[in-house]
């Protein structure tokens, strides 16, 4: 799987928008994009996910480069229930190595 | 409910005693896997399994083993646990292999020593 670039940590207030940044330049065609996250004492949570066309749920709105080398996960109105780190990850489609290697992600923390 | 149950939750072990991780789901999945994650670090892949004895190594295969002898069942075994096996593992399931979301349980935490 290609590689994924996060910042390390981020900081908002609750209410805000928050935009977490990726960066994926050599991502392959058939690689999606997933977003997990995970607070502290838990196992990781699936966020969204996407190939190519901008995504939405009731979590989050994933925001793809058209050229697929960055992504964009906009988290709107944040709550202190949304402090955990987020994770970039690829994870090409078909075939038994589909796995998900995991980073460090990003520590989004939320004050009050 | 879409549930992935680990058990133990927490585990201490003497260096040398043998250690037994289980994980069950609920959800009929064909692919389960078992991650471990240490302060600071990602989630490096131990096992998967595809099915009922189809299983194959991750990154960091070395000194595990792994079992599945029923599809909703995957357990995770360290003969001989060393110290440097501290640590939370996760035990996660997927529908099929083609790319679909992974459901995490809520993790053992081993402590060696």
């Known amino acids: 799987d290609a590689k994924t670039t996060q910042p390390d940590s981020m900081e908002s207030t609750e209410g805000e928008t928050v935009h977490l940044p990726c960066s994926h330049a050599?991502?392959?065609?058939?690689?999606?994009i997933y977003w997990y996250r995970q607070v502290p004492l838990q196992g990781p949570e699936y966020v969204t996910h996407?190939?190519?066309q901008n995504t939405t749920n009731s979590m989050a709105f994933l925001a793809i480069a058209s050229d697929r080398k960055s992504s964009t996960l906009i988290l709107p109105h944040v709550s202190l229930r949304d402090a955990a780190v987020y994770h970039c990850?690829?994870?090409?489609?078909?075939?038994?190595?589909?796995?998900?290697?995991f980073g460090k992600g990003t520590k989004l923390s939320v004050k009050s | 409910d879409m549930k992935v149950t680990q058990m133990p939750r927490y585990l201490i072990k003497r260096m040398g005693e043998n250690v037994l991780l289980e994980c069950g789901q609920d959800?009929?999945?064909?692919?389960m896997y078992w991650y471990r994650q240490d302060p600071g670090l990602g989630l490096q892949l131990i096992y998967i399994s595809y099915d009922v004895d189809s299983n194959s190594e991750g990154d960091i295969p070395k000194g595990y083993r792994v079992s599945r002898k029923k599809r909703e069942h995957f357990s995770l075994i360290l003969d001989s646990a060393k110290t440097n096996q501290t640590s939370v593992y996760f035990c996660?399931?997927?529908?099929?292999?083609?790319?679909?979301?992974?459901?995490f349980g809520e993790g053992s935490r081993l402590i060696v020593v």
């Open positions: 050599t991502i392959s065609g058939n690689e999606y």
């Open positions: 990850i690829l994870r090409a489609s078909g075939g038994s190595n589909a796995k998900l290697t």
């Open positions: 959800m009929s999945h064909e692919t």
């Open positions: 996407g190939l190519q």
């Open positions: 996660a399931s997927s529908f099929g292999v083609s790319g679909n979301t992974l459901y």
